[in-house]
Protein backbone atom coordinates (compact mmCIF):
# COMPACT_ATOMS: atom_id res chain seq x y z
CA UNK A 1 0.00 0.00 0.00
CA UNK A 2 2.92 2.38 0.71
CA UNK A 3 4.86 2.05 -2.04
CA UNK A 4 1.60 1.91 -4.49
CA UNK A 5 0.46 5.54 -2.79
CA UNK A 6 3.98 7.00 -3.40
CA UNK A 7 3.78 5.64 -6.84
CA UNK A 8 0.31 7.44 -7.56
CA UNK A 9 1.70 10.89 -5.78
CA UNK A 10 4.67 11.07 -8.51
CA UNK A 11 2.58 9.53 -11.21
CA UNK A 12 -0.14 12.88 -11.21
CA UNK A 13 1.62 15.60 -9.38
CA UNK A 14 2.81 16.72 -12.53
CA UNK A 15 -1.28 17.47 -13.58
CA UNK A 16 -1.38 20.05 -11.11
CA UNK A 17 -0.21 22.24 -14.31
CA UNK A 18 -3.55 21.67 -15.60
CA UNK A 19 -5.45 23.41 -13.24
CA UNK A 20 -5.62 26.72 -10.39
CA UNK A 21 -6.06 27.54 -7.10
CA UNK A 22 -9.06 28.79 -5.62
CA UNK A 23 -8.11 32.43 -6.71
CA UNK A 24 -11.84 34.34 -5.60
CA UNK A 25 -10.58 33.66 -1.91
CA UNK A 26 -7.55 35.22 -0.94
CA UNK A 27 -5.81 33.24 1.20
CA UNK A 28 -6.82 29.92 -0.55
CA UNK A 29 -4.70 31.25 -3.70
CA UNK A 30 -1.50 31.51 -1.63
CA UNK A 31 -1.58 27.89 -1.82
CA UNK A 32 1.00 26.16 -3.37
CA UNK A 33 -0.85 24.39 -6.75
CA UNK A 34 1.71 21.53 -6.95
CA UNK A 35 1.26 20.04 -3.52
CA UNK A 36 -0.15 16.44 -3.92
CA UNK A 37 -1.05 14.29 -0.86
CA UNK A 38 -3.23 11.30 0.15
CA UNK A 39 -3.74 9.34 3.20
CA UNK A 40 -5.41 5.76 3.78
CA UNK A 41 -6.64 4.52 7.43
CA UNK A 42 -8.16 0.89 8.21
CA UNK A 43 -10.40 -0.18 10.90
CA UNK A 44 -7.59 -1.59 12.38
CA UNK A 45 -6.04 1.82 12.44
CA UNK A 46 -3.41 1.53 10.07
CA UNK A 47 -1.90 4.32 8.36
CA UNK A 48 -0.57 4.85 4.51
CA UNK A 49 0.56 8.14 3.69
CA UNK A 50 2.16 9.75 0.72
CA UNK A 51 3.71 13.25 -0.44
CA UNK A 52 2.10 16.32 1.28
CA UNK A 53 0.23 14.67 3.58
CA UNK A 54 1.20 16.82 6.77
CA UNK A 55 -0.09 20.11 4.71
CA UNK A 56 -2.63 21.59 6.83
CA UNK A 57 -5.98 23.01 4.69
CA UNK A 58 -9.44 24.39 5.13
CA UNK A 59 -12.26 21.52 4.61
CA UNK A 60 -14.06 24.11 2.49
CA UNK A 61 -17.66 22.20 0.89
CA UNK A 62 -16.23 19.36 3.16
CA UNK A 63 -17.94 21.05 6.11
CA UNK A 64 -21.28 20.48 4.12
CA UNK A 65 -21.40 17.42 5.47
CA UNK A 66 -21.08 17.65 8.74
CA UNK A 67 -23.10 20.40 9.54
CA UNK A 68 -25.57 18.33 7.65
CA UNK A 69 -25.08 15.80 10.21
CA UNK A 70 -25.48 17.92 13.08
CA UNK A 71 -28.77 19.64 11.33
CA UNK A 72 -30.28 16.28 10.89
CA UNK A 73 -29.27 15.08 14.45
CA UNK A 74 -31.24 18.63 15.41
CA UNK A 75 -34.42 18.47 13.50
CA UNK A 76 -34.58 15.18 12.04
CA UNK A 77 -35.11 14.34 8.14
CA UNK A 78 -38.40 16.02 7.50
CA UNK A 79 -37.20 19.17 9.64
CA UNK A 80 -34.08 19.71 7.37
CA UNK A 81 -35.75 18.35 4.33
CA UNK A 82 -38.63 20.34 3.81
CA UNK A 83 -36.09 23.36 3.51
CA UNK A 84 -33.36 21.74 1.34
CA UNK A 85 -33.99 19.29 -1.58
CA UNK A 86 -32.43 15.56 -2.01
CA UNK A 87 -31.78 15.93 -5.73
CA UNK A 88 -28.49 16.34 -7.66
CA UNK A 89 -28.09 19.24 -9.79
CA UNK A 90 -25.96 19.47 -13.40
CA UNK A 91 -25.26 23.42 -12.10
CA UNK A 92 -22.36 25.44 -10.68
CA UNK A 93 -21.98 24.64 -6.93
CA UNK A 94 -22.40 28.48 -6.53
CA UNK A 95 -25.26 28.87 -8.80
CA UNK A 96 -28.26 30.87 -8.27
CA UNK A 97 -30.27 29.79 -11.70
CA UNK A 98 -32.35 26.88 -9.89
CA UNK A 99 -33.53 29.43 -7.56
CA UNK A 100 -35.04 31.91 -9.76
CA UNK A 101 -36.89 29.21 -11.43
CA UNK A 102 -37.99 26.96 -9.10
CA UNK A 103 -41.91 26.98 -8.12
CA UNK A 104 -40.16 27.34 -4.70
CA UNK A 105 -36.88 28.80 -3.43
CA UNK A 106 -35.57 25.01 -2.21
CA UNK A 107 -32.47 24.64 -3.01
CA UNK A 108 -31.62 21.13 -4.55
CA UNK A 109 -29.37 19.86 -2.29
CA UNK A 110 -26.89 20.29 1.01
CA UNK A 111 -23.74 19.86 -1.34
CA UNK A 112 -24.33 23.32 -3.37
CA UNK A 113 -23.26 26.34 -1.28
CA UNK A 114 -27.28 27.61 -1.59
CA UNK A 115 -28.20 24.85 0.29
CA UNK A 116 -25.87 24.68 2.72
CA UNK A 117 -26.22 27.96 4.02
CA UNK A 118 -29.66 26.64 4.46
CA UNK A 119 -28.52 23.90 6.76
CA UNK A 120 -26.54 26.21 8.66
CA UNK A 121 -29.10 28.36 9.52
CA UNK A 122 -30.52 25.39 11.52
CA UNK A 123 -27.90 24.37 13.53
CA UNK A 124 -28.94 25.11 16.99
CA UNK A 125 -27.20 27.21 19.61
CA UNK A 126 -27.66 30.31 21.67
CA UNK A 127 -24.47 32.28 19.57
CA UNK A 128 -22.89 32.30 16.14
CA UNK A 129 -19.71 30.80 18.17
CA UNK A 130 -21.60 27.89 19.85
CA UNK A 131 -23.70 26.89 16.53
CA UNK A 132 -20.23 27.19 14.61
CA UNK A 133 -18.62 25.24 17.43
CA UNK A 134 -20.87 22.41 17.17
CA UNK A 135 -19.69 21.33 13.74
CA UNK A 136 -15.61 22.33 14.96
CA UNK A 137 -16.27 19.37 17.53
CA UNK A 138 -17.71 16.89 15.38
CA UNK A 139 -14.85 17.34 12.63
CA UNK A 140 -12.85 16.63 15.63
CA UNK A 141 -14.60 13.75 17.41
CA UNK A 142 -14.26 12.50 13.58
CA UNK A 143 -10.87 12.39 12.87
CA UNK A 144 -10.11 11.94 16.67
CA UNK A 145 -8.07 15.28 17.22
CA UNK A 146 -8.62 17.61 19.59
CA UNK A 147 -6.44 20.47 18.29
CA UNK A 148 -8.58 20.69 15.46
CA UNK A 149 -10.10 24.07 14.81
CA UNK A 150 -10.64 26.90 12.27
CA UNK A 151 -8.06 28.86 10.40
CA UNK A 152 -8.97 32.29 11.42
CA UNK A 153 -7.08 34.36 8.52
CA UNK A 154 -9.28 31.75 5.75
CA UNK A 155 -12.17 32.84 7.51
CA UNK A 156 -11.04 36.30 7.53
CA UNK A 157 -10.73 35.95 3.72
CA UNK A 158 -13.95 34.48 2.86
CA UNK A 159 -16.06 36.65 4.99
CA UNK A 160 -14.78 39.81 3.20
CA UNK A 161 -14.97 38.91 -0.33
CA UNK A 162 -18.44 36.42 0.00
CA UNK A 163 -20.51 39.02 -2.92
CA UNK A 164 -21.65 35.84 -4.70
CA UNK A 165 -23.04 33.86 -0.84
CA UNK A 166 -24.07 37.05 0.04
CA UNK A 167 -26.95 37.27 -2.87
CA UNK A 168 -27.46 33.84 -2.32
CA UNK A 169 -28.51 34.36 1.31
CA UNK A 170 -30.46 37.70 1.13
CA UNK A 171 -32.23 35.78 -2.17
CA UNK A 172 -33.01 32.94 0.07
CA UNK A 173 -33.52 35.75 2.82
CA UNK A 174 -36.42 37.42 0.68
CA UNK A 175 -37.86 34.08 -0.53
CA UNK A 176 -38.08 33.13 3.39
CA UNK A 177 -35.86 30.27 3.63
CA UNK A 178 -34.24 31.96 6.29
CA UNK A 179 -34.15 34.61 8.39
CA UNK A 180 -30.93 36.03 9.40
CA UNK A 181 -27.89 36.53 6.81
CA UNK A 182 -25.11 37.64 8.08
CA UNK A 183 -25.50 35.17 11.39
CA UNK A 184 -25.85 32.57 9.29
CA UNK A 185 -23.19 32.99 6.70
CA UNK A 186 -20.79 33.34 9.41
CA UNK A 187 -21.70 29.89 10.72
CA UNK A 188 -20.76 28.92 6.77
CA UNK A 189 -17.82 30.94 6.81
CA UNK A 190 -16.67 29.64 9.86
CA UNK A 191 -17.12 25.26 9.21
CA UNK A 192 -15.53 25.92 5.75
CA UNK A 193 -12.20 27.30 7.27
CA UNK A 194 -12.25 24.00 9.59
CA UNK A 195 -8.26 23.21 8.95
CA UNK A 196 -7.00 19.44 8.84
CA UNK A 197 -4.82 17.29 6.86
CA UNK A 198 -4.74 14.40 5.03
CA UNK A 199 -4.82 11.81 7.98
CA UNK A 200 -7.85 13.98 9.66
CA UNK A 201 -9.66 13.63 6.83
CA UNK A 202 -8.77 9.67 6.33
CA UNK A 203 -10.45 8.80 10.03
CA UNK A 204 -13.29 11.41 9.18
CA UNK A 205 -13.77 9.23 6.37
CA UNK A 206 -13.50 6.11 7.91
CA UNK A 207 -15.73 7.39 10.34
CA UNK A 208 -18.62 6.98 7.80
CA UNK A 209 -17.48 3.89 6.39
CA UNK A 210 -18.31 2.76 9.66
CA UNK A 211 -21.46 4.17 9.73
CA UNK A 212 -20.59 6.87 12.04
CA UNK A 213 -18.17 4.65 14.72
CA UNK A 214 -14.94 6.26 15.30
CA UNK A 215 -11.63 4.08 15.45
CA UNK A 216 -12.17 4.11 18.86
CA UNK A 217 -15.23 2.20 18.91
CA UNK A 218 -17.52 5.34 20.19
CA UNK A 219 -20.41 6.02 18.25
CA UNK A 220 -20.68 9.52 17.05
CA UNK A 221 -23.33 9.75 14.33
CA UNK A 222 -26.76 7.73 14.16
CA UNK A 223 -26.10 5.19 11.83
CA UNK A 224 -29.09 6.55 9.66
CA UNK A 225 -27.67 10.06 9.28
CA UNK A 226 -24.33 8.66 8.50
CA UNK A 227 -26.08 6.57 5.86
CA UNK A 228 -27.56 9.33 4.61
CA UNK A 229 -24.57 11.45 3.86
CA UNK A 230 -22.86 9.04 2.28
CA UNK A 231 -26.01 9.04 -0.23
CA UNK A 232 -25.37 12.59 -0.71
CA UNK A 233 -21.78 11.98 -1.45
CA UNK A 234 -22.29 9.48 -3.96
CA UNK A 235 -24.66 11.98 -5.79
CA UNK A 236 -23.54 15.51 -4.95
CA UNK A 237 -20.01 15.01 -3.39
CA UNK A 238 -18.32 16.39 -6.42
CA UNK A 239 -20.26 19.46 -7.50
CA UNK A 240 -21.40 18.75 -11.12
CA UNK A 241 -18.78 16.37 -11.95
CA UNK A 242 -20.62 13.40 -9.44
CA UNK A 243 -21.79 11.47 -12.02
CA UNK A 244 -18.71 11.48 -14.17
CA UNK A 245 -16.69 10.35 -10.58
CA UNK A 246 -19.42 8.26 -9.78
CA UNK A 247 -18.56 6.19 -12.98
CA UNK A 248 -14.75 6.80 -13.03
CA UNK A 249 -13.77 6.08 -9.34
CA UNK A 250 -17.25 4.73 -7.95
CA UNK A 251 -16.84 5.59 -3.94
CA UNK A 252 -18.05 7.70 -1.97
CA UNK A 253 -16.58 11.51 -2.11
CA UNK A 254 -16.90 15.18 -0.91
CA UNK A 255 -14.78 17.75 -2.01
CA UNK A 256 -13.90 21.02 -1.58
CA UNK A 257 -12.20 24.08 -3.01
CA UNK A 258 -9.01 24.03 -0.83
CA UNK A 259 -8.22 20.99 -2.99
CA UNK A 260 -9.32 18.49 -0.68
CA UNK A 261 -11.25 15.38 -1.14
CA UNK A 262 -12.50 13.16 1.65
CA UNK A 263 -13.27 9.83 0.43
CA UNK A 264 -14.11 6.30 1.84
CA UNK A 265 -15.03 2.28 1.12
CA UNK A 266 -18.18 1.35 3.21
CA UNK A 267 -16.69 -1.10 5.73
CA UNK A 268 -12.74 -1.12 4.49
CA UNK A 269 -10.99 2.50 4.98
CA UNK A 270 -10.88 6.57 5.04
CA UNK A 271 -9.40 8.41 2.34
CA UNK A 272 -8.25 12.18 2.37
CA UNK A 273 -6.69 13.38 -0.64
CA UNK A 274 -5.28 17.56 -1.23
CA UNK A 275 -4.39 18.98 -4.23
CA UNK A 276 -5.25 22.23 -4.90
CA UNK A 277 -4.78 22.50 -8.31
CA UNK A 278 -8.75 22.84 -9.74
CA UNK A 279 -10.54 21.76 -12.63
CA UNK A 280 -13.12 24.13 -13.74
CA UNK A 281 -15.75 22.40 -11.68
CA UNK A 282 -13.95 23.36 -8.57
CA UNK A 283 -12.37 19.70 -7.52
CA UNK A 284 -8.86 18.70 -7.24
CA UNK A 285 -7.16 17.73 -10.80
CA UNK A 286 -4.75 15.84 -9.18
CA UNK A 287 -6.63 14.42 -6.17
CA UNK A 288 -9.50 13.41 -8.82
CA UNK A 289 -6.90 11.38 -10.98
CA UNK A 290 -4.92 9.71 -8.03
CA UNK A 291 -8.47 8.31 -6.44
CA UNK A 292 -9.49 6.65 -10.28
CA UNK A 293 -5.95 5.25 -10.44
CA UNK A 294 -6.36 4.02 -6.92
CA UNK A 295 -9.78 2.86 -7.06
CA UNK A 296 -9.25 0.85 -10.51
CA UNK A 297 -5.79 -0.89 -8.57
CA UNK A 298 -7.81 -2.33 -5.95
CA UNK A 299 -11.29 -2.67 -7.49
CA UNK A 300 -12.50 -0.22 -4.73
CA UNK A 301 -15.89 0.74 -7.05
CA UNK A 302 -19.11 0.42 -4.77
CA UNK A 303 -21.13 -0.50 -8.23
Given at each position: ???????????HRPAAREGKVAEYIP??????PRQLGVAVVDPAGEVHAAGDYRTRFTLQSISKLV??????????????????????????????????IAD??????????????????????????????RVIHLVREMADNPDIDMNRAVYRSERDTADRNRALAYFLKGCGVIDEVEETLDIYFRQCSICVDCIDLARMGL????????????????????????????TCGMYNASGEFAIRVGIPAKSGVSGGILALVPGRMGIGVFGPALDKKGNSITGTRLLEDFSKKLGLSIF
Open positions: MQTMLESLVEKELAKQDSLMVALMDHGEEGVFSKVGMEPTGDPFHSLYKLEEAKPLNPMINAGAIVVSSLIRGRTVEERAECLAQNGVTLRGKRVIPEDIARLAKTFMV
